[in-house]
Each structure stands twice: as C-alpha cells, then as structure tokens.
C-alpha cells in the first residue's frame, strides 16, 4: 500500500506535461497549412460540382417538364389529323346540298339534310376550338412556307405578288403547330 502511495505522490510531483511547453517544429505547422489549403481547395472543387449537378438536375427536370407538357398537348395530334379529313367531307357534302337546293323548287327533305350538316359541322369546329385545334384563313395574308404548301401560280390582278389568293384545302393547327398545310394558290406578277 505504501508503494502505491509513494508513487501517487511522485506523479503528482511531476505533473502532466504542458502542451504550451512542447517545441514548435516549424515543418509541422507548414505541412499542416498546405493540408488546409488543399482541403479548402478539395472543399471549392466540390462546391462546384455539387452546384453545376444541381444545375444539371434542374435542366433535366424542366426539360422532363416541357416533354410531359408537350405530350398532353400534342398527343391528340394524329387524331386530329383523321377528324380534320371527316370535317373536310362533312363540309363538301354541306356544300353539296345546298348547291342541290334549287330556290324555284324548294325540297324540304334536303333542306333538313342542309340545315343537320350545317349544323353538325359547327358542332365539330366548336369541338375543334374546344380542345385547340383551329382551321387557317390564310385568303389575303402573306404566303408561309410552314403553313402553306403551295399547288399553283395566279395572277397577280389586285393583289400583291406573293400573297395567297386561293385555297383548295383548308389547313389546321394544333395549339400553334402546324398539323396539316393549306393547299394554296399564290399571287404572282402576270407577264403579257
């Protein structure tokens, strides 16, 4: 027991060392400030990574986005494309009965037929505008080769060259695109 005592007494003498007391080396301190300029370099190149990631991330997200947005919008499109052919018979066969209609001879049968064509063809551009899908008036405006495909030459006799002056068959567009051309004819200059 005395031993043990001897000994608590002489460590306690001695004390812990203080590490204020130890000596400097000058190599420690300088290979510890390059460690620190190479961990805050590692930690900016990080930084920057990380932010042109999330960067990267967000492009990928909006362009997810706009694909998705453009898929609901655009995804009725070829069904489109087949009713417009229906609209464009619909329209012919209107125009077909009220051509029959003689105006000495008025037939009530084909005037119903007349008046239910008519009718039904509202209906379906009334359906048309409802879901976006609108008919070109391109008579009188300036021709556009992303609108109009161009079937024929007229003279240009009151119009400026380079307008449309006729159209076979009307064209449409799908919430601003382009899905089917009109069928134009444009003016040009006449040569005599």
Known sequence: ??????????????????????????????????????????????????????????NVR????KFVEDAKLFGIQSFCRDLVEVAD???KTA?????QAEPSEPNPTLKKIYEGLSLLEAKLQSVFAKHGLQK???VGGRYDPYDHEIICHVPAEGVQPGTVALVTQDGYKLHGRTIRHALVGVAVEAHE
């Open 136 to 138: 070109m008036n391109p």
């Open 62 to 65: 909006r362009r997810t986005q």
């Open 1 to 58: 027991f005395s031993t043990a005592a001897q000994q608590r007494s002489t460590g306690d003498e001695c004390g812990p060392e203080d590490p204020s007391e130890e000596p400097k080396h000058p190599l420690c301190d300088c290979a510890l400030e390059h460690r620190a300029l190479k961990l805050e370099e590692q930690v900016r190149d990080l930084t920057e990574r990380y932010r042109k990631a999330l960067a990267d991330s967000e």
């Open 89 to 91: 018979i619909l329209e």
């Open 95 to 99: 125009e077909s009965a009220a051509g």
